[in-house]
């Protein structure tokens, strides 16, 4: 069973930067791919990015592309999401979750999620 905590949010001004951190509790985090989600007040998840295994693959949503990036250190256990140029539109809570099949922007496909770290961009 793996558990994903993830870090790293907070409140932040519009234009602004965080790094949220993922960190999962097992050793075999290099064999999953990692995904980042995120849900809005009164909207449905919502797919951000995801990465491969190995790292040598991402992917994300066109609305956080040239701002946002996923990375991964295996070596930690943890993934990262890099956002800068933060919008009000990108307040949310963001989760992390793990995949053993591939990544995907499906959240069907992820088999663990961490609890969510909330980001807050002030309009």
């Known amino acids: 069973q793996m558990q994903l905590v993830e870090s790293g949010g907070g409140l932040v001004q519009a234009g602004g930067s965080l790094r949220l951190s993922c960190t999962a509790s097992?050793?075999?985090?290099?064999?999953?791919?990692m995904g980042w989600f995120r849900q809005a007040p009164g909207k449905e998840r919502e797919f951000v990015a995801a990465i491969t295994a190995s790292g040598g693959s991402t992917t994300n949503v066109d609305s956080v592309k040239g701002r946002f990036t996923i990375s991964r250190d295996n070596a930690k256990n943890t993934v990262y999401l890099q956002m800068n140029s933060l919008k009000h539109e990108d307040t949310a809570v963001y989760y992390c979750?793990?995949?053993?099949?591939?990544?995907?922007?499906?959240?069907?496909?992820?088999?663990?999620w961490g609890q969510g770290t909330q980001v807050t961009v002030p309009s």
């Open positions: 097992v050793r075999t985090f290099s064999r999953h791919a």
């Open positions: 979750a793990a995949s053993t099949i591939y990544f995907s922007r499906s959240g069907s496909t992820y088999d663990y």
